[in-house]
């Protein structure tokens, strides 16, 4: 058991969301419209691989770390706003350089927001099990609940058998 628990299983899903949600976001205040049936699909296919690839960035130093955070935030704010303003059907036309600065607004939020997380997120799984002590495992019922009929598990026999016509067990 790890003395520190390592929150970076939940990158993948944090990064996919926050990169799906603050793109729409950045896209609306830059003028953008909000994608809607099959274009909302996409969107969330991109958000799923923004977030399998963010698991993919390995924890070898906080720099190398980030580097490669950013790098795969940025592109999936570029498969966003590519997809996001493909099937542009509003008559407004964006502000490029809002657009850009919106994206790249959001791109920064995220790769700072989520390290922060990890390091909050272990702070308190350790807080929490200094206060609460270790996990304890639960002892195994002998009688399957809900089933009052079954019959109670048998122990091992003389000869180490499992059960009445099990074969012995080498020793």
Do not use: K, N
């Not at 049936?37 to 690839?53: N, R």
């Not at 770390?65 to 008559?91: C, F, K, P, R």
């Not at 350089?97 to 790249?104: E, N, P």
Request: proline residues 10%; charged residues 10%.
């Amino acid at each position: 058991m790890r003395a520190t628990p390592d929150p970076a299983g939940l990158r993948g899903p944090v990064a996919g969301g926050l990169v799906a949600a603050l793109a729409v976001a950045a896209h609306g205040i830059a003028g953008g419209g909000f994608p809607g049936g099959a274009d909302f699909a996409l969107l969330q296919a991109v958000s799923v691989l923004t977030g399998a690839v963010a698991v993919l960035v390995r924890r070898s130093g906080r720099f190398a770390d980030a580097a490669g955070l950013l790098a795969v935030l940025a592109g999936g704010q570029y498969a966003t706003h590519l997809l996001l303003t493909a099937h542009e059907h509003g008559t407004s036309t964006p502000s490029t350089a809002l657009m850009v600065g919106a994206h790249v607004l959001a791109t920064l939020l995220v790769a700072v927001a989520i390290p922060a997380a990890e390091r909050f997120t272990a702070l308190a799984a350790t807080t929490l099990r200094a206060l609460l002590g270790p996990p304890r495992a639960q002892p195994l019922p002998t009688r399957p609940a809900g089933f009052p009929g079954t019959p109670l598990l048998r122990a091992a026999g003389p000869l180490g058998a499992i059960g009445p016509r099990a074969p012995p067990v080498g020793r």
